[in-house]
């Protein structure tokens, strides 16, 4: 019987371990995934070991595999259910019981900086804008920073940009980049009058982020992007941050403690929001992507709060070399809508479509 790294969804296992420690390619044994590196379930044992410990057996608490899903996204593939995931980490522990035992995390003393961030948060939109009296360790967060950073190969080479066409006339390639700093109005990642580059990974994911209505025709540019760029990737903090890259236990349950708190910036730069109160909510987004703008880093990628895509805020639009524009028609917009004066949880989908 052998796994592979697609088992467990961890991208340190998958770059990193595996690769090092298989010696063939093939079908795994327990996702079925094909054409796979593979290893012994044993191979990883090390490195489990060294997870396992940072939790302590407790009656109270919940099942490993439950654990390892929960805080680290572990046996994400669509096949491992708990079963699955209960047999191959039984065979990487070498020990039926364990598995079946239950567990807690192990009581570190971290300060929760989900909580620090909500502070700071309250008072950058409300109070001071620019001398908050609130504080985050912010070396603690370039640190935490510095696991979210994507190899080249795994960010799109070409990006997409959008604008509504106001007329039958198409814009032009000089037309498509980021505004003027005069004109530069706030957004979700740049204050006023700093210019970032919205881009987006699909041309459908670039025009649903422009909000248009049925019928209306959107020019979408292709933007190549450098190999040389270096971005953070907020999008899914747990599929980033591998616990088995990590010294010890200690450090372990630190990232533990920190990953909430990094999937709160993630939300900051997709949750709805308002155009009427744009210019206030979009305040904490806009400090924690300066911020990342100040450690060096050329850009941010989130998830689309409007579709399936990713979305890439370029600090500086001069990385990008535009390419060829492209006219759309807009023939259908989705709209989910939830009553929730008579508190109905069900969304009920309406569609507009067009001719």
Known sequence: MKCCAECFGDRG????????????IGTCSYCGSNAVALVAPQDLGEYFDLLVS??????SGRLLVEWFRNDWGLFSHVRMDDSRAKDLLAEI?????????????????????LIEW??????????????????????????????LTPDRSEIPSVWSRARIQPS??????????????RTASHGRANPAGIPYLYLA??????????????????CVCQFAMPDAITVVDLRGPKTMVSPFLLEDAEDIGRMRADLPFLERLGEELTRPVLPQA????YTPSQYLCEFIKKCGYQGVLYRSSVSDGINLALF???????????????????????????????ATTVTAAGD
């Open 168 to 181: 039958n006339q198409v814009y032009g390639v000089a037309d498509m980049g980021a505004p003027p700093c």
């Open 13 to 24: 296992l998958r770059k990193n371990i595996i690769p090092l420690k298989s010696k063939e």
């Open 201 to 218: 990974s699909t041309p459908q994911t670039a025009v649903s982020e422009i909000r248009p209505h049925t019928g209306e025709r959107a």
């Open 93 to 113: 522990l070498d020990d039926g019981e364990i598995v079946r035992e239950k567990f807690l995390p192990t009581a570190i003393d971290a300060t929760n900086r």
């Open 54 to 59: 940072s939790y302590r057996a407790d009656e």
């Open 118 to 147: 909500e502070k700071l948060r309250d008072e950058l939109m409300y109070k001071n804008r620019f001398f908050p009296e609130a504080n985050i360790d912010l070396d603690r967060l370039e640190h935490l920073l510095s696991s």
């Open 316 to 346: 500086d639009p001069s990385l990008a070399n535009a390419g060829d524009v492209s006219q759309y028609l807009v023939s259908r917009v989705s709209i989910d809508v939830k009553d929730v004066t008579a508190g109905d949880k069900q």
């Open 278 to 281: 744009a210019a206030i909510d």
